[in-house]
């Protein structure tokens, strides 16, 4: 049985950061695109960052490249978000997710992601 479960987050301040973090099991973790999504309130399910296979190359989400960083540990089949200089906007629902194919315009949209976590909450106050 494959399971993907996110943790890390939390309340944090304006100009506040957290790591997220994404475990998975049940699969050949190298064998699968990585992604990281966020819903927040009322509002549809949006793309944040994406890496390879080896995680030689990365894709985000114009409004956080500057801020997000996504990394993967393949040895021990965990996905990483590392945020910086977040913003209330940034409020959501973070979730992690798996998929098979990379393109830029395969990797920011849901029905590429075979595999999805819970998700984990993240706060940002003003």
């Known amino acids: 049985e494959v399971q993907v479960v996110e943790s890390g987050g939390g309340l944090v301040p304006r100009g506040g950061s957290l790591r997220l973090s994404c475990a998975a099991s049940g699969l050949t973790f190298s064998n699968y695109v990585m992604a990281w999504f966020r819903q927040a309130p009322g509002k549809e399910r949006e793309f944040v960052a994406a890496v390879s296979w080896s995680g030689a190359r990365t894709y985000y989400k114009d409004s956080v490249k500057e801020r997000f960083s996504i990394s993967r540990d393949n040895a021990k089949n965990t996905l990483y978000l590392q945020m910086n200089s977040l913003k209330p906007e940034d409020t959501a629902v973070y979730y992690c997710?798996?998929?098979?194919?990379?393109?830029?315009?395969?990797?920011?949209?849901?029905?590429?992601?075979?595999?999805w976590g819970q998700g984990t909450q993240v706060t940002v106050s003003s």
């Open positions: 997710a798996g998929g098979p194919n990379w393109g830029q315009t395969v990797v920011s949209v849901t029905t590429s992601y075979d595999y």
